[in-house]
């Protein structure tokens, strides 16, 4: 499955703006997905991911009440909407599939990955 990340640009902090992620080659319907993100100088770490149904998500404690994941599985597209931006979310957002049975928090636990979208929050 191939992944491409858009939706990210330069925003000031406090603002808001939507990641996708849109699936091709094949359908994400089955499988857990995830966003990670990566500061300069920072290794890339865990932000959100969703079940393959859409019914559970998980959070980072950095983003939790202020971003929320979603998927519409019938576009083939994961979301990420981000409210109240702070300067410390700038990174690089990368969306991912997760291997099934794997963790939910580690990178190594997902298999395919989109090439990122810059997320750039002024202060």
């Known amino acids: 499955v191939q992944l491409q990340a858009s939706g990210g640009g330069l925003v000031q902090a406090g603002g808001s703006l939507r990641l996708s992620c849109a699936a091709s080659?094949?359908?994400?319907?089955?499988?857990?997905m995830g966003w990670f993100r990566q500061a300069p100088g920072k290794e890339r770490e865990f932000v959100a991911a969703v079940t393959w149904s859409g019914e559970r998500s998980f959070y980072a404690d950095s983003v939790k009440g202020r971003f929320t994941i979603s998927r519409d599985n019938a576009k083939n597209t994961m979301y990420l909407q981000m409210n109240n931006l702070k300067p410390e979310d700038t990174a690089v957002y990368y969306c991912?599939?997760?291997?099934?049975?794997?963790?939910?928090?580690?990178?190594?636990?997902?298999?395919?990955w989109g090439q990122g979208t810059q997320v750039t929050v002024s202060s």
């Open positions: 991912a599939s997760k291997r099934k049975g794997a963790a939910w928090r580690l990178d190594q636990d997902y298999a395919y």
């Open positions: 080659g094949r359908t994400i319907s089955s499988y857990d």
